[in-house]
T-cell receptor, first 113, second 115 residues
């Protein structure tokens, strides 16, 4: 079964600290892996998209890694800010003629002052 | 450039009522889709469209109808609302359906409650 699992479910960190969110997937055929940020009451916003051949991609203070062999990805947030408080969703794309996306349930991050 | 817009933001329906959730995008994207987001679950695809006049079912299509008469608009119709359809609905669009690195843009969502 095609699944995307994220850990932890929720996380509280102090402002200025770093954190890493994990994503494991069992999706085939794999096409790409995406990380989205979803603020409360808003739609998801794309942070990074990685294909099979890419093992790291950055977007400002956000760095995503991909290990296609172990089917794992991580999102590292550096020097966290209060505005980083949000849910972070890992999404795996399948190449089935059109892009079928399998969504994880997200990690809820709270950055505390 | 407004991106993806959705109306209404909130809606309360009684069981059996029908309604249409509106979605529009001004980026000339071919691919549009509707998702629902429920607590503890990932977003699930309801219906999608790869271009004007072309629609298809996603993972959870029952109880919903769509049409795509223009590139810009992709309304979602609830035929006879049920409490199980209480959810947050997101419309999304991207440049093409097959692009491996196409960014998908989401609307702000419609929070629907069915009593």
């Amino acid at each position: 079964k095609n699944q995307v699992e994220q850990s932890p479910q929720s996380l509280i960190i102090l402002e200025g600290k770093n954190c890493t969110l994990q994503c494991n997937y069992t999706v085939s055929p794999f096409s790409n892996l995406r990380w989205y940020k979803q603020d409360t009451g808003r739609g998801p916003v794309s942070l990074t998209i990685m294909t099979f051949s890419e093992n790291t991609k950055s977007n400002g203070r956000y760095t995503a890694t991909l290990d296609a062999d172990t089917k794992q990805s991580s999102l590292h947030i550096t020097a966290s800010q209060l505005s980083d408080s949000a849910s972070y969703i890992c999404v795996v794309g399948m190449n089935t003629g059109f892009q079928k996306l399998v969504f994880g349930t997200g990690t809820r991050l709270l950055v505390s002052p | 450039n407004a991106g993806v817009t959705q109306t209404p933001k909130f809606q309360v329906l009684k069981t059996g009522q029908s309604m249409t959730l509106q979605c529009a995008q001004d980026m000339n994207h071919e691919y549009m889709s509707w998702y629902r987001q429920d607590p503890g679950m990932g977003l699930r695809l309801i219906h999608y469209s790869v271009g004007a006049g072309i629609t298809d079912q996603g993972e959870v299509p029952n109880g919903y109808n769509v049409s795509r008469s223009t590139t810009e608009d992709f309304p979602l119709r609830l035929l006879s609302a049920a409490p199980s359809q209480t959810s947050v609905y997101f419309c999304a669009s991207s440049y093409a359906a097959g692009g491996r690195t196409d960014t998908q843009y989401f609307g702000p969502g419609t929070r629907l409650t069915v009593l």
